[in-house]
């Protein structure tokens, strides 16, 4: 425990009482706060009736995202046995991984978070929500005897559920770590890909998964993330606006004096920035545009690297499924390592390596394919696999260590939504791509077409290279246009809005009322 003195650097208010005891409210020079006292052990004794360590929520964190992540990443290998048995063309296939993303990303993600940070939702009901929607989307998805039932079921009450434990698994670890959120974070958020692997495994072995048995198998997965969901919900709640853990000086983190590695290459936020200051700095607005594009590269390579596989003629052999599984496996593997590796260089300058490795590592995948090598193009899929998730980590990394962690819910979830158009291009848009350039018309890809669609190797060149250009160009706008924004740039941002400019001299004052002192509210 550090001493807290009057300092240049900012001041200090004496013991303040809390739900959760007592704490201190620090203020560094530009006139951030910071919470320090409250164990988060005592606060967890009062919003869910027993107590977690931060360590135990990195556990609960990591269960949202590991059982969450089925729907998506499962939806390739599950995806063509169902299609097939119930008679839907390519194109209503691939349109039911659109939908997906559109109440995943757009719905669950944005509207949920609004309301957990508003305290009108608490983290325990969004889980015990999603929980309940994943037994009846598989359910639906089992009996799709036709498109538009899987539309509802898999694909709207599916993504509901999925984008809860996506949203509530990043804002814990964001939340509670403020001091050293790296690979903790990305080792949650790798749960997201590797949670699919065992399902996948199933799904892609014919004597398991065929079509007098599959929708047993459909019904299990539902039931098992469905019941792992729940446990995550007694597992996890938010921390206090402003909480920082009282063995980390935030002081010294503030003047640059802090000896923690990460927090040199990665210090926090020089202010909360809002929603609406966030909208406001040329930051805000590049991050956006880079996870959109970087997104839709990811997505093209979770819902197209399978298909591609089987139409090379790899389908069914053990290439095929080391490369299937494979590439979720290390998509999850390597987000943990990657928020480690940018605890030593920089979320910027890591993320700006990763994109581009995910762009050039798609075209190495489709050289392969073309070749017809199917152990190097598993090979290849495998490594790609373990950047193709970059954007997802980086995002919650990047908003949180930019924009600070109050509104990180909201904050996050607006360029989250945006995930929406690259599921349009992962899903609808490269499908579509695919069936134009190989010699088709709308009737293929609205499903009157009655017979058989074909893929051309010219069609799928073009589609992968759309996907490179995205993420170079990913690339490149993260290292131009998101540098961390400055206290200047906070300042213009609120002058934008018309806000008043904080006093940094000013002694700092608690700001939370008991009734409002935690996002999520108790149960």
């Known amino acids: 425990m550090f001493n ?19 704490y201190r409210l620090l203020k560094d020079k530009n006139g951030r706060q910071y919470r320090v006292g409250e164990r988060p052990e005592d ?44 008679g839907w063309s390519t194109v209503e296939g691939f349109f039911n991984y659109t939908v997906y993303v559109l109440f995943e990303a757009t719905v669950a993600a944005y509207i949920f978070s609004r309301l957990r940070e508003r305290g009108l939702l608490s983290l325990r009901r969004m889980l015990w929500l999603g929980s309940a929607l994943l037994i009846v989307s598989y359910i639906f998805f089992a009996n799709s005897f036709s498109p538009w039932i899987s539309y ?14 996506y949203a509530a698994g990043g804002g814990v670890i964001s939340k509670w770590f403020p001091d050293k ?22 799904y892609t072995d014919p004597s398991l998964f065929y079509p007098g048995d599959f929708q047993f198998i459909l019904y299990m997965t539902g039931a098992i993330i469905a019941v792992g969901l729940l446990v995550a919900s007694f597992l996890v709640c938010d921390a206090p606006k402003n ?28 202010a909360q920035f ?24 990811s997505l093209f390579n979770v819902s197209l ?18 490369g299937a599984a494979g590439f979720a496996f290390t998509d999850g593997i390597g987000r943990p390592t990657q928020g480690w590796i940018s605890t030593f260089i920089g979320r910027r300058k890591a993320v700006t390596i990763f994109y581009l490795l995910m762009g050039i590592g798609g075209l190495g995948v489709l050289a392969a394919g073309l070749a017809h090598q199917a152990i190097i193009w598993a090979v290849l899929a495998v490594l790609t696999g373990a950047v193709s998730g970059s954007c997802f980590v980086f995002d919650w990394l990047i908003i949180s260590d930019y924009f600070g962690e109050n509104y990180v819910a909201t904050n996050w979830s607006v360029p989250y939504t945006l995930k929406v158009f690259g599921g349009a291009f992962g899903g609808i848009g490269a499908t579509t791509l695919l069936v134009f350039a190989s010699g088709y018309g709308w009737g293929a890809v609205l499903g009157t077409y009655t017979g058989a669609v074909t893929f051309t190797d010219l069609s799928w060149i073009l589609a992968f290279l759309v996907a490179t250009i995205f993420a170079l160009v990913a690339a490149a706008l993260v290292w131009f246009y998101e540098k961390k924004p400055t206290i200047e740039e906070y300042y213009k941002a609120r002058e934008k809005l018309g806000l008043p400019l904080p006093t940094a001299t000013r002694q700092p004052s608690p700001e939370l009322t008991e009734s409002n002192e935690v996002s999520g509210g108790a149960e």
Request: proline share 4%; hydrophobic share 45%.
């Open 4 to 22: 807290i003195v009057e300092t240049n650097v900012g001041g200090s208010v004496g013991s303040i009482k809390s739900p959760y005891g007592k």
């Open 43 to 86: 606060v967890t004794k009062k919003i869910l009736g027993y107590r977690l360590s931060r360590r135990t929520m990195v556990l609960g964190a990591w269960m949202c995202f590991f059982f969450g992540s089925v729907l998506e990443y499962g939806w390739g290998a599950a995806s063509s046995l169902v299609i097939s048995h119930y």
């Open 152 to 165: 509802v079921g898999y694909a709207m009450l599916g993504g509901l559920a999925s984008g809860l434990g």
């Open 181 to 202: 959120r790296g690979w903790r974070l990305g080792l949650a958020n790798g749960a997201w890909a590797y949670g699919a692997v065992p399902f996948i495994i199933i």
């Open 243 to 270: 909480w920082w853990p009282a063995e980390v000086d935030p002081l010294s983190v503030a003047a640059g004096t802090s000896k923690s590695r990460e927090l040199k290459e990665n210090p926090p936020a020089v």
């Open 274 to 297: 809002t929603t609406q200051e966030f909208f406001a700095t040329r930051q805000g607005k590049a991050q956006m545009i880079s996870f959109t594009l970087a997104l839709a590269a």
């Open 305 to 322: 690297y399978a298909p591609f596989g089987a139409a090379m003629g790899f389908g069914g052999g053990i290439a095929f499924t080391v």
